[in-house]
């Protein structure tokens, strides 16, 4: 029994360890790239570009990031999570690096597009798959939300440290110095992480993590055409070829259903979210904002996201609202928010509208990997969480593009933010209307079944049988 007690303690001490080792190393690689925005002005200025073009520049990373997120998850299973997480966090750092000595607009894709979301995508993608598969369904909500916080805070301190950095060395310098700071995550990588994936996906054995029905919205999700099968059927059967298996995954979307939507829902919150978060302070300092104020907006944004990110399990975790509906509310009230941002002429109301922004989309990235998770289960998680990001590779390079542009050709962001809180709205309409089908689709079924239950209760033919009997 002491024993017993004992191994859970440390169980429990692991877990701790892990999360908040992983979100700093979520701070320290994707909140220090995303916050790459800061920049963007000083490159247009050096470079003699337009923002349109740094703009693309920067959401390249994130398509770069998102394409090699398949083969991220691919590399951690032939060299496991903790090579593969330690690798993705070195390149992050040095792409950043490298990026504060470019003098042309090519080197600045090679280093921070192509070099840095490299290493973005290695160490990001299986950072969330590593929690997805250790951490078992009744704590996944508050660890996944906790682990993602990192880049949220990486938004608020990264941004104070820049202004303090750009005031003694200039901008350069402040870039390189934020790159050797992103070198700490390579050293936890080596300490937090397993060395392979075998050893991690032994665990999901013995952490009995089980799917409820009660956090599956019945009405709407139509996870799978068939029973699933059990694990330990799954265990005695062959093993697969590397064709079956790719066939498998590229079936993913229709073996379950609700995942396909999921895959444009996903792509409409990409254009959203990197066409609004990487033109923010542009945005303020074209109204006049100074540049301190303006960057302090990157600093609000992530208090509302980190709070987002943090929370966004707690409504499910009470029995409040299934995670779908709560997903749709961060949806709407991220519409509405981006939409507000070209009403706002003081600097307050910039500050409030960027907050709520943040908060709604802080709380909608981790809710739609908890979608995921639900939807094709713990073993599938990996890969599907990689077609996720693959799917969005292309737009993200279009949302950065396409909001610089109407900047460039209007010299206003309004209309960019308007079309980009439209893209919000309308994946609500995604998520809704097959829910809606469906759920009139499995009223009829229900309805036609108890008609040919209740007909050969009472000695009836079936419709389908009648004329066929003797």
């Not at 994707?30 to 073009?53: M, Q, R, Y």
């Not at 279009?398 to 206003?412: E, K, P, Q, R």
């Amino acid at each position: 029994m002491a024993d017993t007690r004992e191994n859970e303690s440390l169980s429990l001490i692991r877990t701790i360890t892990l999360v908040i080792g992983a979100h700093i190393i979520m701070v320290l690689t994707d909140g220090a790239t995303l916050s790459f925005g800061i920049f963007l002005t000083d490159f247009s200025d050096e470079l003699n570009v337009g923002l349109g073009v740094t703009g693309a520049a920067s959401s390249s990373l994130i398509c770069v990031a998102h394409i090699f997120g398949p083969f991220g998850a691919y590399i951690a299973t032939k060299t496991g999570y903790r090579i593969t997480i330690m690798i993705g966090s070195l390149m992050s750092a040095v792409g950043l690096m490298l990026s504060s000595q470019v003098r042309e607009t090519w080197q600045l894709f090679l280093s921070h597009s192509l070099f840095t979301g490299i290493g973005v995508a290695l160490a990001y993608t299986n950072i969330v798959a590593y929690i997805g598969i250790t951490i078992c369904d009744k704590h996944i909500s508050i660890v996944n939300g906790v682990t993602l916080a990192g880049t949220a805070v990486g938004w608020i301190t990264i941004p104070l440290l820049i202004n303090v950095l750009r005031g003694l060395y200039g901008w350069r310098s402040s870039l390189l110095l934020l790159g050797a700071v992103g070198l700490h995550a390579t050293v936890l990588s080596l300490i937090l992480f397993r060395s392979t994936r075998k050893e991690s996906q032994s665990k999901i054995s013995k952490i009995n993590c089980e799917f409820s029905e009660a956090n599956l919205d019945k009405d709407s999700m139509e996870l799978h055409s068939e029973d699933v099968e059990d694990n330990e059927n799954a265990d005695a059967q062959p093993k697969k070829t590397k064709v079956q298996l790719l066939k498998e995954y590229l079936q993913l979307p229709v073996t379950y259903p609700l995942f396909g939507y999921l895959i444009i829902v996903t792509n409409l919150i990409s254009i959203a979210f990197v066409g609004t978060l990487y033109h923010l302070v542009a945005s303020a300092n074209t109204r006049g904002v100074p540049e301190t104020k303006a960057t302090l907006l990157m600093t609000f944004y992530g208090i509302g996201s980190i709070i987002g990110r943090i929370f966004n399990g707690v409504p499910n975790k009470l029995k409040l609202i299934k995670t779908k509906n709560t997903f749709l509310i961060t949806l709407i009230v991220a519409g509405l928010s981006t939409f507000l941002l070209p009403f706002c002429r003081t600097y307050q109301s910039m500050v409030s509208v960027t907050f709520f922004i943040g908060l709604s989309t802080g709380a909608c990235i981790p809710l739609l990997y908890i979608l995921t998770r639900e939807i094709v289960g713990i073993q599938n998680f990996p890969n599907a969480l990689g077609m996720l990001l693959f799917t969005t590779a292309f737009i993200n390079v279009v949302a950065g593009f396409i909001t610089g542009w109407i900047y460039d050709l209007s010299g206003s962001y309004n209309t960019a933010f308007f079309i980009m809180g439209s893209f919000y709205i309308l994946g609500c309409f995604v998520i809704i209307v097959p829910t809606v089908g469906l759920k009139y689709k499995k009223a009829r079924t229900c309805s036609k079944h108890v008609t040919v239950k209740s007909s050969e209760v009472i000695g009836l033919s079936s419709p389908e049988s009648v004329g066929t009997e003797l």
